[in-house]
């Protein structure tokens, strides 16, 4: 009789709506990845391996197999959520110290500064040194700790600006040259200020001013002759630059540009000693490059301005970036790479060995996890910080499979059914 194959069929179509109750529970999981019953039937062997016409006496689930294709990516606001956009998983090592793979990026990190996932698990990398080399073994825990960026004194200061040829040489009552005074600005044609930062971090507050002294010379080669003097903490006296044997101020910088008024590469000054002004100690050894100023007719202005150091900064943010490299900002403005995330691949996804909590393991089946990479390498897709990989389950595919396997399930039972009634027939022959 026939209540085999029934019994077979309504079986595998209820573990086929398990399958499909499975993945619409976690059509909102991030990370999770869609699975399908794969069914398979079966025929009973004769005795002697013939025979074209056997019936089957059945089915039976051959495989659930799950769908490691790529979920869509939502972006969020927390820079440790990672999404992986391509092949690769996050390597997680478990407090037993097993290591486990996930494609969820929903990260945090725990009292002790380690990158972790919600079930406690490690996010595994390599730690890097501040130039971006390997500093650390691969595949270790990612440590993000709480330091601070060390202040950096100025050391060489370099100025891109335009002095406006139409400046004319500013005179005294007795159509003399005027000797520069800080406080007057009839005796400078244009100022800028830089704040720059001594060895303890301290900020010592810059201005430049510049003089113009002497109009273009008949030569061709020649244009205006100008003058740059500079003090500390706008004190014009004891935080100036340098004096004169008068004991005025001396300029830093004398140069004349060329006639098109690109200035010489000689407008520079090294070896000059700024005060610390009111705050910290003073600076030796400054080089002074100006040799990217230009003397057009247009306004005077300044376009950069660099060199001048930097205070200390306190942690202020992580940043992921998406080759995997984890990156410290700080409150400075400056940034420093202290690890890189790294993924991991198998050479047959379908192997792996589901454990729940959105995390598989390796098996006999998947082989060994090749060796951990950058994202971005070879075969490892990239990084995306701020972002999460949605689940793969197609929610209407899996209502319209819902249908087609309960009516399946209905159809198996009629075969019940009808065996059934077929028997009942026979039972009542006389």
């Known amino acids: 009789m026939g209540f085999q194959q029934g019994l077979s069929g309504l079986s595998t179509s209820s573990k086929s709506l398990e399958v499909i109750g499975n993945n619409v529970a976690n059509a909102n999981t991030y990370g999770a990845k ?77 009292a002790n500064g380690y990158i972790v996932n919600n079930s406690k698990h490690q996010l595994l990398g390599q730690a890097l040194d501040t130039s971006g080399a390997p500093a650390g073994p691969a595949g270790s825990p990612i440590q993000l700790t709480n330091d601070v960026s060390p202040p950096q004194p100025a050391t060489a200061i370099s100025m891109t600006a335009n002095l406006d040829a139409r400046e004319s040489v500013k005179l005294d009552s007795s159509n003399n ?12 044609n244009f100022v800028t200020s830089q704040t720059v930062y001594g060895d303890n971090g301290a900020p010592i507050a810059l201005n430049y001013y510049f003089k ?25 006296n004891a935080s100036s630059i340098s004096f004169d044997g008068s ?34 100690q ?33 942690l202020s943010d992580f940043l992921i970036e998406t080759d995997g490299t984890v990156k410290a900002r700080y409150t400075n ?6 690890a890189r995330v790294q993924l991991a691949d198998f050479k047959n996804l379908n192997g792996l060995q589901p454990v729940g909590e959105n995390e598989w393991k390796s098996t006999n089946a998947s082989g060994d996890p090749l060796p951990l990479g950058a994202p971005g390498s070879g ?7 701020g972002a999460l990989e949605e689940s793969n389950v197609d929610l209407t595919g899996e209502l319209v499979n819902m249908i087609v396997a309960q009516r399946t399930y209905q159809a198996n039972a009629q075969t019940i059914k009808a065996e059934d009634q077929v028997l009942q027939t026979l039972v009542n022959l006389r």
Request: charge should be negative.
């Open 34 to 110: 869609s699975s399908r019953a794969e069914f398979s039937d079966m025929y009973a062997a004769s005795l002697n391996g013939a025979g074209s016409n056997g019936i089957g006496i059945g089915s039976r689930i051959g495989a659930v197999a799950q769908q490691f294709t790529q979920g869509n990516i939502t972006t969020t606001a927390n820079n440790l959520d990672l999404a992986i956009n391509g092949r690769g998983f996050f390597a997680l090592s478990t407090p037993e110290g097993e290591i486990v793979y996930s494609r969820n990026g929903q990260f945090k990190r725990d």
């Open 177 to 188: 040259i005027a000797a520069i005074d800080f406080a007057d600005s009839d005796t400078y």
């Open 212 to 236: 113009k002294v002497a109009d273009p010379t008949t030569s061709p080669d020649a244009g205006g002759q100008w003058e740059v003097y500079i003090s500390a903490d706008g004190n014009s």
């Open 247 to 280: 004991g005025n101020p001396s300029p830093a910088l004398t140069f004349t540009f060329n006639a098109d008024g690109s200035a010489p590469s000689t407008a520079q000054a090294s070896n000059l000693t700024i005060p610390g002004g009111k705050n910290g």
């Open 282 to 314: 003073p600076l030796t050894g400054i080089s002074l490059n100006m040799s990217k100023l230009t003397e057009y007719s247009g306004s005077s202005a300044v376009t950069d301005l660099s060199g001048g150091g930097y205070a200390q900064g306190n």
């Open 333 to 338: 403005g400056q940034s420093k790479a202290i």
């Open 379 to 385: 075969v490892y897709g990239l990084l995306q910080s």
